[in-house]
């Protein structure tokens, strides 16, 4: 593998022009993102025209619009980076993770095993064979630790124990056995931006503010009626709290309850990689480290700007969203924390250095590139969201996602990797609505265009990773009103409204889509639970079940499994090198995988109507066809899949 030169980065400053800005990793990130937010192409500003420009002219045609104090926050935070991420060429470097496919459980809406209305454990170890089945090669389970439960378990109180609800230590250790038995991986999500405000380190905090667990959290002194700062909560109202009895504000960036751990301190930092070590020990395989970008925040706390707020609708993100001790936290964590210790081997339970996925809120493709770098030993993968929703629209707002935009930022995110470059493939997770919804709700088009996306997903360059339903085409819910909705933050934001029993303003966004339960069969509680559900069934289609599924050979879920199964055979549809094809023409996604002389065609219709299908010379053998296979059309969101002969 040959390597590009890295070169150090000259500070930026008034003098350098908008030009030097896009070339540099965060820059290009930042820019793109306020394009991105506004809807607009890079072109505006990557041209011969801007490039060239002075930011201090920038500063002085644009003052107005800015407003004070934006230039100095972007260069403050762009000279954080001090170098490019390296671009290297030749064959990718295997490795297990990068060849997975990896299967989301949020365990409270998997499977109930005591009756409760709750999912647990047990109910996952008893639905193991599905995942068996379907081909999965590890497992990702979303928080089982102990936890009061503000935010559904991502407000964890005891990181050594399991949530009530979810059952005891014996059925986790029992859980990893049984992974590790059926050749599957297991991984946990972990939270340690925050922690709950039960947790047993805030609780000490709270009671001496001024002794060695004060230090574990963002408080700060003041006046209950003066704010530290101005900025937002990821769930609405100011990121404050004010404790009367400990006389500070704590910051929380979630919940009120979630509150936020001070990083710059090297025993939280210490805290954190003993409770990873302490997991690697009971056998676990890696983490998926929930909004852990956020953990370094700039030293003082400054006030956002107030355009960045307007723009990013999160007053303040631009100090904490790559703060300036990110990549020296996550390095130190890896060795520290992720690194086995002693001699270890390749396999389920014991690799040399667990996997380490991060959730990157905010981060481009370029940072992500300095996150996830092989050379940089910081993260491997990164959970971006970029590709969820269109330009210019967020998951609140009801519109219809073009597929086509999905391609264009496909295609261009390929342009800008190198081999040593690896991503998350994923549509769906607990945080956000269902994608075929999003895409178009006709149920005539259901099957088929649950199947393109899959195609899309695990025919693509990256890892994939499948959240539980997308396999049987799960599509967002019919919440009859507001008493329906369980998520706090879709219970925030109805609050907020002028009339909190409208529905209207959380119906396209509402985490809850993704968190009703799973549909195994067609019975009253669809195989979920004997009990009540926590959270309530919306949907009275038929067909798309787990039991039906499994008897239908046309089904979504057989098609995952196909799919899965090819990708098995063929290590060009996982490591494959990518050439897209035909990439201006609207509505046709194509795309070839090659490694090795092995060579693959795949093409979709990204639309709900029939396509002329281009002429295509190649010597092919079809291999998968959803629709009629007319030589000359694609059917609606049809997917064909060729093995190249020539």
């Known amino acids: 593998m040959q390597r590009e030169h890295r070169s150090s980065r000259r500070g930026l400053d008034r003098h350098s022009t908008v030009g030097d800005v896009y070339a540099h990793p965060l820059g290009r990130d930042v820019i793109g993102r306020i394009l991105l937010q506004m809807g607009r192409s890079r072109l505006w500003?990557?041209?011969?025209?801007?490039?060239?420009?002075?930011?201090g002219l920038i500063e002085r045609v644009g003052g107005r619009l800015m407003g004070p104090g934006f230039m100095d926050t972007l260069l403050e935070l762009l000279n954080d980076v001090s170098d490019s991420p390296a671009r290297t060429t030749g064959p990718v470097v295997p490795h297990w993770w990068k060849e997975a496919v990896f299967y989301q459980v949020y365990p409270r809406s998997f499977a109930?095993?005591?009756?409760?209305?709750?999912?647990?454990?047990?109910?996952?170890?008893?639905?193991?064979?599905?995942?068996?089945?379907?081909?999965?090669?590890?497992?990702?389970?979303?928080?089982?630790?102990?936890?009061?439960?503000?935010?559904?378990?991502?407000?964890?109180?005891?990181?050594?124990a399991v949530m009530t609800e979810m059952g005891t230590q014996e059925d986790i250790d029992e859980l990893i056995a049984a992974c590790h038995e059926r050749g599957m991986r297991i991984i946990l999500d972990l939270v340690v931006n925050h922690t709950s405000d039960q947790h047993a380190w805030f609780r000490a905090a709270r009671k001496d503010p001024d002794g060695p667990y004060g230090s574990y959290y963002m408080l700060r002194r003041g006046e209950p009626e003066l704010l530290p700062n101005n900025w937002g909560s990821y769930f609405?109202?100011?990121?404050?709290?004010?404790?009367?009895?400990?006389?500070?504000?704590?910051?929380?960036?979630?919940?009120?309850?979630?509150?936020?751990?001070?990083?710059?301190?090297?025993?939280?930092?210490?805290?954190?990689?003993?409770?990873?070590?302490?997991?690697?020990?009971?056998?676990?395989?890696?983490?998926?480290?929930?909004?852990?970008?956020?953990?370094?925040?700039?030293?003082?706390?400054?006030?956002?700007?107030?355009?960045?707020?307007?723009?990013?609708?999160?007053?303040?993100?631009?100090?904490?969203?790559?703060?300036?001790?990110?990549?020296?936290?996550?390095?130190?964590?890896?060795?520290?924390?992720?690194?086995r210790p002693g001699d270890t081997?390749?396999?389920?339970?014991?690799?040399?250095?667990?996997?380490?996925?991060?959730?990157?809120?905010?981060?481009?493709?370029?940072?992500?590139?300095?996150?996830?770098?092989?050379?940089?030993?910081?993260?491997?993968?990164?959970f971006g969201f970029d590709l969820l929703d269109n330009p210019g629209k967020t998951r609140w707002d009801d519109y219809r996602y073009d597929l086509n935009e999905l391609k264009a930022q496909m295609v261009s995110r390929e342009s800008r990797l190198g081999s040593g470059d690896w991503v998350s493939l994923f549509w769906e997770n607990?945080?956000?609505?269902?994608?075929?919804?999003?895409?178009?709700?006709?149920?005539r088009h259901r099957t088929a265009l649950g199947k393109a996306l899959a195609a899309i997903q695990l025919l693509s360059r990256g890892t994939s990773f499948i959240y539980q339903g997308q396999e049987i085409a799960a599509v967002n819910q019919a919440f009859p009103d507001a008493a329906s909705f369980r998520d706090i933050?879709?219970?925030?934001?109805?609050?907020?409204?002028?009339?909190?029993?409208?529905?209207?303003?959380?119906?396209?966004?509402?985490?809850?889509?993704?968190?009703?339960?799973?549909?195994?069969?067609?019975?009253?509680?669809?195989?979920?639970?004997?009990?009540?559900?926590?959270?309530?069934?919306?949907?009275?289609?038929?067909?798309?079940?787990?039991?039906?599924?499994?008897?239908?050979?046309?089904?979504?879920?057989?098609?995952?499994?196909?799919?899965?199964?090819?990708?098995?055979?063929?290590?060009?549809?996982?490591?494959?090198?990518?050439?897209?094809?035909?990439?201006?023409?609207?509505?046709?996604?194509?795309?070839?995988?090659?490694?090795?002389?092995?060579?693959?065609?795949?093409?979709?219709?990204?639309?709900?109507?029939?396509?002329?299908?281009?002429?295509?010379?190649?010597?092919?053998?079809?291999?998968?066809?959803?629709?009629?296979?007319?030589?000359?059309?694609?059917?609606?969101?049809?997917?064909?899949?060729?093995?190249?002969?020539?």
């Not at 607990?430 to 149920?443: E, F, Q, T, Y």
């Not at 050979?553 to 490591?575: G, K, T």
């Open 345 to 382: 081997t390749e396999g389920p339970g014991c690799d040399p250095v667990a996997v380490m996925i991060g959730e990157t809120p905010g981060i481009g493709v370029e940072t992500g590139r300095l996150l996830t770098g092989e050379d940089r030993q910081e993260l491997d993968l990164l």
């Open 489 to 646: 933050e879709t219970l925030n934001r109805l609050a907020l409204q002028q009339d909190p029993e409208s529905i209207d303003g959380v119906m396209a966004g509402s985490r809850d889509h993704a968190r009703t339960p799973m549909r195994w069969d067609d019975s009253a509680s669809h195989g979920f639970t004997t009990g009540t559900p926590w959270i309530g069934f919306h949907e009275q289609s038929t067909g798309y079940t787990v039991a039906e599924q499994r008897q239908d050979p046309n089904s979504v879920l057989n098609f995952y499994r196909r799919l899965i199964e090819l990708r098995r055979q063929h290590r060009a549809l996982r490591l494959g090198d990518v050439h897209y094809v035909d990439a201006h023409r609207r509505d046709y996604f194509a795309w070839r995988r090659e490694l090795d002389g092995d060579s693959w065609l795949i093409e979709v219709n990204l639309s709900g109507r029939h396509l002329h299908r281009p002429h295509r010379d190649e010597l092919v053998r079809t291999v998968l066809a959803t629709g009629s296979g007319d030589p000359a059309r694609l059917d609606p969101y049809e997917v064909r899949l060729h093995h190249l002969l020539g």
């Open 112 to 160: 109930d095993s005591n009756g409760d209305g709750v999912g647990d454990l047990r109910g996952v170890i008893n639905h193991l064979d599905h995942l068996t089945e379907l081909g999965v090669d590890c497992l990702w389970l979303s928080p089982i630790f102990a936890s009061p439960n503000e935010d559904n378990g991502y407000d964890i109180s005891d990181y050594r």
């Open 430 to 443: 607990h945080d956000n609505p269902r994608m075929i919804s999003k895409v178009d709700a006709d149920p």
């Open 236 to 339: 609405y109202g100011p990121a404050w709290r004010w404790l009367d009895d400990a006389k500070r504000w704590a910051l929380h960036l979630f919940a009120p309850g979630q509150v936020d751990l001070n990083w710059d301190n090297p025993a939280v930092r210490r805290e954190v990689a003993d409770i990873v070590q302490w997991w690697l020990a009971r056998g676990i395989d890696g983490f998926r480290l929930d909004v852990i970008n956020f953990i370094s925040k700039r030293p003082g706390l400054p006030d956002g700007n107030e355009l960045v707020g307007r723009l990013m609708q999160y007053p303040g993100v631009e100090h904490y969203f790559h703060g300036p001790n990110l990549h020296r936290y996550l390095a130190e964590l890896r060795r520290e924390g992720f690194t």
């Open 45 to 55: 500003v990557d041209n011969p025209v801007i490039r060239p420009l002075p930011l």
